[in-house]
DNA sequence: TTTTAATATTGCTATATTACGATGATATAT
DNA sequence: ATATATCATCGTAATATAGCAATATTAAAA
């Protein structure tokens, strides 16, 4: 998205919006709902399940991986992805609680 | 970002992706920092806090508004932005719920 | 009514993103 | 060793986004 004047605003702003960033796109979303339902992990069985070619996935994986939020352990040919159930739940305490205090400054 | 397949997507996960992708910018994120630390509602003083153009700062209420996170009141030549605590609630029990349900799944 | 101030819209450029085919790397299976 | 399966990376096309200058719009002020 053309460049964004990230010098302009403080680590705490950047560092939320790459976390929405991460998750704005559905295909991520799907993929995370996809791996968190498989209980344990799951492989590429997300290319079938997602309607999307094997390299769009990796790449989507690999964002998702960026922020830690999944991890991938390789088991022969194939990797596991599992949720870092460490990672989301400071992720989603972190957003929750930029939520919060906007909401308690506002009104 | 190129084209998103939402057609194979289900709503939810389209909506929850919208949400996320309009809080995925710094500028955006310190607009609506700066609107609530406000308490009452502000103008285009963000345009002197946050340091980017008026068009630019317009653009950006432009797509808050679009979900309605925040809504614009026109006092006279000015327009007074402040945050729209309803859907702001909404939005985040929603992101919320997201992150409780992937967890509830997971392990 | 003309000017001025505040905001929105338009048009443009530069860069990011999504998606995929082709290719490369790696590990099991034959 | 060779083939096959799984996944990652590269390169590229199409589209979206961020940012801004110029311009339009609107309303108070002169």
Redesign the pocket.
């Known amino acids: 998205?053309?460049?964004?004047?990230?010098q302009?605003f403080n680590t705490e702003q950047n560092e939320l919006a790459i976390m929405f960033?991460v998750l704005?796109?559905?295909?991520?979303i799907a993929i995370l709902q996809y791996i968190s339902q498989q209980n344990a992990c799951i492989?590429?069985?997300i290319?079938d399940e997602i309607?999307?070619?094997?390299?769009?996935?990796?790449?989507?994986?690999?964002?998702l991986k960026s922020i830690d939020l999944i991890r991938?352990e390789?088991?022969?040919?194939?990797?596991?992805y599992c949720i870092n159930l460490k990672q989301w739940t400071a992720v989603q305490t972190l957003l929750n609680s930029f939520f919060e205090t906007t909401k308690d400054n506002c009104c």
Chains 1, 2 share one sequence.
């Open positions: 998205m053309g460049i964004t004047k990230t302009i960033k704005s796109n559905p295909a991520r492989c590429n069985d290319v309607g999307l070619a094997q390299p769009t996935i990796s790449q989507h994986l690999k964002e991938g390789i088991e022969g040919k194939k990797v596991c």
